[in-house]
């Protein structure tokens, strides 16, 4: 057989084999964070969060309609995708390591046959740095959920392969149609994410080196110069940059010339569809070959870049899902800035503890009002003194905490101005080697565990004083330094051998790693860890592992001189790193068996009464209930209010609209009120004549722009306040016992009036929404809190907040405890028939099944109601249910499967109580040691300010430890609790 059939066998092989690894891992339905939002997207194609991936969600859409009306199929289809998309990948990074390999043996002579064993190396080289890719953790992390960093490594992974193709072949007459299929590639990424892009300063000197017959350093920078024009061309001039330019041109014709809507955009498509013509008309009068295949790869980029017209076109519907409604050319352009996230410095810009010495108009936001484009506001940019500016700022974020969150990795002073040295020493030692250079190691070394800030873990590490949590982690895995030292051997060999494909491979590795870092300019905390946006550094890393092989090959020349012997022995020793990678990273990346989002996401949308609006805080209590709401057609008659999305103008108008079951949220304030620039915020000004502020009168002052409430900033700009940070809610008590909303046992804690502070600060306006809500729903509708805004973002309303199931319902009772411990009267029989009966805990005793660090925060929520409503039954006195919601919790979440956590001994007084005692001491017991275990070690670890999440926890845990072994009079385990906080609470 020949060569070149044997590769091609061998790679579909290899994608086959991945394939099967990736689907027996995937998750069968949504995960927490962006995959909830992007099944749900990829499902009706609707408009996820800036800027939209459109071609991995009609991708997902077709994978989803292999469902067939099964709507539990939907999400494990679309997590296919990303299985799918990282099986090709291997593919294109075997072929990839195959054509290097071949030059690399047959050096010199390209045209001679290779021999047998010859083939086998090359072979051999490519299977295990496929192989090692393929069982690397960040990158099987992606390859088993519905994110778009598996398609994205796809398109990377394709283009260099097709770029070595055209270097073989470009001695051909039609070889340009090669350099035409990587610019249609190249399109296409855009619609999945821009990682793809930094490949192409690597690509570019692929296509110097092969026509340059002595290439020279300048010849060199000027292709680094070129190829980082044509990267930055398309990342501002084509992304953003032409649809921009589509923007001017309507604005102009429409309010200048007075054309309708949409005029100014056909005009632009016109002009630019004739300049398109011209290039290609003049390049074949000139018989200019090279214009003429810049324009056609310049027009594939553009074919490619239009899956993005799925984004207005879809927003044009108002979808059920439609952030930022980009559904005309300039809320577009917007869209793919990411405008709402704002600017980093890069190169240049102030430090954190700047001051702005002036404010600036930024660019002009439209609406269309009558025939007219109106300025809605204008975006505000604070200007710095020069002095407050520096070369690459790397500590310029003065966001609350930040500066602290600085202060563990730089002695920098918050009133010091930061200096260069200081600024270097965080680029090194922060965003490099914690947020680059730890996530290297993960993936070719080892990695402690799943905890937020683990480390890499290196061969010699022992599980010697470890707590169990880390002791038995199972993203605990040990590579035994062989993929790095494979690799490193491989690098060695190719420099020696090929020093321009080892600078291509360099640049590659360089430019998706340690320069994306440079641009990306973290920030000093990040609410999760960030490896897979480096995910393409490490597939270059991956082709050194395969290279390795050879390299492996020449060493042993000195050992084993017979050459048949000497192939087999790399390729065993060289399959063994990938086989190590797998046998560790197993039943770390196995989630085949995971449902906690998506049953989290029904017990949620189960705890809410008929109709209701649940406000939910963020990503992780929003995106699932998205989920299962889009797909899985779960109690579509709930309304999802997001907190941070409440201060849009957006969201806000899609909650004035119908939504499936939901009826529009009624509220007092016109939607001019709630315009991105009109009361932002409104500060607190004291006014002691008005020592309360009744919650509805104030909405009409709001609504009338009253000049009762207008104050004048510094700067000149009214702005709308509150006279009072105390606020009230007139209760119609007859109104309230007709809609029989208040449990009878609570109907003597129905009060006149509810009354809560707002804080003496500021109302932003997410705070106004609910504070119009509240005002104008007017008890018609049910309003709940998720868990985390109760805890988070209670408002004040903090004692009038019933737990129900998961959620928190606002009603007009207050909490008959003045000094409650825990947030929200508990609804007994409400949370006892959502606990006990109509919640799913699908596989959360399964202790073979993954739970990683988010699920397990997440899922502790369950023993936090558990705990909370067993507490409630033995204060009413009603041990029997007490002692049954206890067990009930022990059953469905064990310890064996999901960890005791900081809420597990609010079980211990009930059980007690309840004549189980013996459970109850062997929580006690098996909390304090692992507490104890866990402070010991974190109190000496090295990197001790790095885990103060960890050291917070456990020391809160203690204090819990230490009430439930007072309420159950328990003496020993006081002192030992007591023993144990003195000696870790003071550090």
Not at 721 to 734: A, C, G, N
Request: proline content about 5%.
């Amino acid at each position: 057989m020949s060569f070149q059939r044997t590769n091609n066998l061998l790679g579909w092989l290899l994608f086959a084999s991945a394939l099967t690894v990736y689907v027996l891992t995937l998750e069968p339905t949504a995960s927490f964070w962006d995959t909830s939002e992007f099944i749900a997207s990829a499902h009706h194609l609707l408009v996820p969060h800036p800027p939209g991936a459109p071609l991995f969600l009609l991708l997902g859409r077709v994978f989803s309609l292999f469902s067939f009306g099964d709507a539990t199929l939907v999400a494990g289809l679309i997590n296919g995708v990303s299985a799918v998309s990282s099986a090709f990948t291997v593919l294109f990074l075997f072929w990839t390591i195959t054509l290097l390999a071949r030059k690399l043996v047959q050096g010199q002579a390209p045209s001679r046959e290779l021999l047998a064993n010859e083939k086998l190396l090359i072979l051999s080289a490519g299977a295990v740095g496929a192989l090692a890719f393929t069982f690397s953790d960040t990158f099987w992390f992606n390859a088993v959920e519905a994110e778009v960093y598996a398609m994205s490594t796809l398109c990377t992974a394709f283009v260099v392969w097709a770029m070595l193709k055209w270097e073989s072949r470009a001695h051909e007459p039609n070889s340009d149609r090669w350099l035409i299929l990587i610019a249609y590639a190249v399109g296409l990424s855009i619609g999945v994410h821009l990682l793809n892009l930094l490949a192409l300063p690597a690509l570019g000197f692929i296509y110097y080196f092969r026509w340059s017959a002595n290439p020279t350093w300048q010849g060199g920078l000027l292709t680094l110069v070129v190829s980082g024009a044509i990267l930055g061309g398309i990342l501002v001039g084509v992304i953003p940059g032409l649809p921009s330019l589509a923007g001017d041109f309507e604005v102009f014709f429409v309010n200048s010339v007075g054309l309708p809507f949409n005029s100014g955009l056909l005009i632009f498509l016109a002009v630019f569809a004739a300049l398109i013509g011209f290039g290609f008309r003049y390049a074949a009068r000139t018989q200019n070959q090279i214009l003429n295949t810049a324009m056609l790869a310049f027009v594939f980029i553009l074919i490619g870049y239009s899956s993005y017209l799925i984004v207005p076109i879809r927003s044009g519907f108002n979808p059920t899902i439609d952030e930022n409604k980009p559904d005309d050319v300039l809320s577009f352009v917007s869209y793919l800035k990411r405008e709402q996230y704002g600017d980093r410095p890069l190169l240049y810009g102030p430090q954190f503890n700047a001051q702005p010495i002036a404010q600036v108009e930024g660019a002009p936001r439209y609406e269309r009002q009558g025939d007219k484009y109106v300025i809605l506001e204008r975006r505000i940019e604070n200007v710095y003194a020069s002095e407050d500016k520096t070369l690459l700022p790397r500590m310029y974020s003065n966001r609350p905490g930040h500066i602290s969150e600085y202060q563990k990795w730089v002695d920098v002073q918050e009133d010091a101005k930061p200096t260069m040295a200081q600024n270097l020493s965080f680029l090194l030692q922060y965003q490099l080697g914690h947020m680059y250079w730890r996530y290297f190691l993960w993936n070719f070394m080892g990695r402690e565990s799943d905890v937020q800030q683990a480390g890499a873990l290196w061969p010699t590490a022992t599980k010697n004083g470890l707590p169990q949590l880390l002791a038995d982690n199972k993203a605990r895995n040990n590579f035994l330094l062989l993929p790095l030292l494979l690799g490193g051997l491989g690098l060695v060999y190719q420099v020696r051998r090929d020093g321009r494909k080892a600078l291509v491979l360099g640049l590659l590795f360089g430019l998706t790693g340690v320069a994306l870092v440079l641009y990306l300019n973290q920030p000093p905390i990040e609410p999760r860890e960030r490896d897979y946006a480096f995910v393409g550094s490490f597939y270059a890393f991956a082709i050194w592992i395969g290279l390795g092989v050879l390299g492996l090959h020449e060493v042993l020349r000195y050992l084993l001189h017979t050459p048949n012997l000497r192939v087999a022995t790399a390729m065993v020793l060289g399959l063994l790193v990938p086989g190590i990678m797998a046998v560790e990273g197993w039943n770390d990346h196995d989630r085949s068996g995971r449902y906690s989002a998506a049953d989290s996401a029904h017990n949620l949308l189960n705890s809410c009464a008929p109709n209701a609006i649940l406000i939910t805080f963020a990503d992780n209590d929003t995106f699932p209930l998205w989920y299962a709401q889009e797909v899985e057609g779960i109690r579509r008659d709930v309304r999802i209010a997001v907190l941070q999305y409440l201060p849009t103008d957006w969201h806000i108008g899609q909650l004035r609209r119908q939504s499936y079951d939901s009826a529009p949220v009624a509220l007092t304030l016109p939607q001019t009120s709630y315009q991105s620039g009109t009361n932002d915020y409104l500060p607190y000004v004291a006014n002691l004549a008005v020592p309360a502020v009744n919650v509805q009168e104030f909405m009409q002052l709001v609504r009338q722009n009253s000049p009762l409430l207008q104050v004048q900033t510094q700067g000149g700009q009214e702005l709308l306040s509150y006279p009072s940070d105390r606020f009230y809610l007139p209760i119609d008590k007859d109104k309230i016992k007709r809609l029989g909303i208040v449990p009878k046992d609570r109907e003597s804690q129905l009060v006149d009036r509810m009354e809560w502070s707002v804080g003496k600060q500021y109302m932003d306006k997410s705070k106004l929404v609910i504070l119009d809500i509240l005002a104008t729903n007017d008890w018609n509708r049910p309003v709940y809190f998720a868990n985390a805004v109760a805890q988070q973002e209670g408002m004040g309303l903090e004692p009038y907040l019933q737990l129900e199931g998961m959620a928190y319902r606002i009603l007009p009772c207050r909490n008959p405890d003045p000094k409650p411990q825990r947030v929200g009267y508990v609804a007994r029989q409400l949370t006892y028939d959502s606990l006990m009966n109509k919640f799913a805990y699908r596989n959360l005793d399964n202790p073979d099944v993954l739970y990683d660090e988010i699920n397990r925060r997440t899922l502790a929520q369950y023993r936090d109601k558990f705990g909370q409503l067993a507490q409630a039954y033995l204060r009413a006195g009603e041990l029997g249910k007490a002692k049954e919601v206890a067990l009930r919790c022990l059953q469905v979440m064990p310890d064996a499967a999901i960890p005791y956590d900081l809420y597990t001994p609010e079980l211990v007084a009930p059980l007690a109580a309840a004549g189980e005692k013996p459970r109850a001491d062997e929580i006690m017991d098996t909390l304090t040691n692992r507490t104890q275990q866990a402070l010991a070690y974190y109190s000496t670890h090295d990197e001790q300010a790095l885990f103060e999440q960890e050291i917070g926890t456990n020391l809160m845990t203690l204090q819990r430890l230490y009430q439930a072994a007072a309420d159950t009079g328990d003496q020993v385990r006081i002192a030992r609790v007591v023993a144990l906080a003195e000696q870790y609470g003071g550090r």
